[in-house]
């Protein structure tokens, strides 16, 4: 089982409109979360960053919130563009043994249609 | 900004074939990291180094070697190689924060086919 899962795994909203994508983990100990947009053929972008102690942040219409006591996530994106259509990864990452290794989810295809 | 270079961004091989991908972290990065990601599935780390040391091992099929030079930038080895070895392989690189906000930034990817 992936230790981070990600839901839709596919979303199509129209240009303009807004979304919301989510992210449950299991990784432990929790260390940050980021979400990453993957282009095609692209290496993932980071968007955001967040710490245990954080609960949103905000990259220009990309808001991510982290609820770390139920180890959820969620990106929230405003009047998309079509720009946006792309992967989302959710990526944890494990505090401690290790320096900053990853755990990917599988990635939510978002799809912003004119 | 200068990000991360990986060379080549395309490779056809044949089964058997050996196969080396080189990656160039941002400047002043000190650690790197080698992911996997074949058709429709996420990346799959294989191995990091920092400071020119390996720091963890993944899913790396023991075909495979890397090393991180003087210089920082890495090379990846892949030697026997099979059909299942095609895939995207990315590079990332990132500076060691104690803090755990280190960000990782990721080349293009090398698009790896083995026909």
């Known amino acids: 089982k992936n230790q981070v899962e990600q839901s839709p795994q596919s979303l199509i909203i129209l240009e303009g409109k807004n979304c919301t994508l989510q992210?449950?983990?299991?990784?432990?100990?929790?260390?940050?979360l980021r979400w990453y947009k993957q282009d095609t053929g692209r290496g993932p972008v980071s968007l955001t960053i967040?710490?245990?102690?954080?609960n949103t942040k905000s990259n220009g219409r990309y808001t991510a919130t982290l609820d770390a006591d139920t180890k959820q996530s969620s990106l929230h994106i405003t009047a998309s563009q079509l720009s946006d259509s792309a992967s989302y990864i959710c990526?944890?990452?494990?505090?401690?043994?290790?320096?900053?290794?990853?755990?990917f989810g599988r990635g939510t295809q978002l799809t912003v249609w004119p | 900004a200068a990000g991360v270079i990986q060379s080549p961004r395309h490779l056809i091989k044949e089964k058997r074939e050996t196969a080396t991908l080189k990656c160039y972290p941002i400047?002043?990065?000190?650690?790197v990291y080698w992911y996997q990601q074949g058709p429709g599935q996420d990346p799959q780390f294989l191995i990091s180094?920092?400071?020119?040391?390996?720091?963890d091992k993944g899913s790396i099929p023991d075909r495979f070697s890397a090393q991180q030079f003087s210089d920082y930038h890495s090379e990846l080895n892949m030697s026997s190689l099979e059909l299942g070895d095609s895939a995207l392989y990315f590079c990332?690189?990132?500076?060691?924060?104690?803090?755990?906000?280190?960000?990782?930034?990721f080349g293009p990817g090398t698009r790896l086919l083995v026909l």
């Open positions: 990526v944890v990452s494990v505090r401690g043994s290790t320096l900053g290794r990853l755990y």
């Open positions: 400047p002043r990065h000190d650690t």
């Open positions: 992210c449950n983990y299991t990784v432990s100990p929790f260390s940050n």
């Open positions: 990332a690189s990132s500076l060691s924060d104690v803090g755990g906000e280190e960000t990782q930034y």
């Open positions: 967040m710490t245990f102690s954080e």
């Open positions: 180094f920092y400071e020119k040391m390996q720091s």
